[in-house]
């Protein structure tokens, strides 16, 4: 039984790195001098597929429903502008950080609500 306690310790250490390693590429993208639109859907599509639950969350905090298809904003992340992917990139970092934090559902919620003011 302690092995297993020390695997689970372990491995919610390396995700939670990994999620804040992902949070600081994040940072790196949006804050460059030329926006890579391409580096932000990869980061977005990562994210999507590593936390599905984001997807979720956003779309409730924001619009009260969740669309059938992995998206932010409503639109897709194929066509969407690089002004919808950095809005869904800072959703992403802060969500990320939060997650990496231990923070709940209603603690995510009210925070970002506060941060949109």
Avoid at 88 to 113: M, N, S
């Amino acid at each position: 039984m302690e092995q297993r306690n020390n695997n689970d310790t372990l491995k919610t250490a390396c995700d939670i790195a990994d999620m804040r390693k992902t949070a600081e590429r994040i940072n790196g993208i949006l804050s460059a001098e030329i926006f890579d639109m391409q580096s932000a859907r990869d980061v977005i599509c990562e994210v999507n597929l590593k936390h599905p639950e984001n997807v979720c969350l956003y779309n409730l905090i924001s619009f009260g429903s969740t669309p059938s298809q992995p998206r932010s904003s409503g639109v897709s992340i194929d066509s969407a502008s690089a002004s919808n992917l950095k809005q869904d990139l800072i959703w992403k970092r802060f969500y990320l950080f939060a997650k990496a934090a231990g923070k709940g559902v209603d603690a995510i919620e009210k925070e970002w609500r506060e941060r949109q003011g």
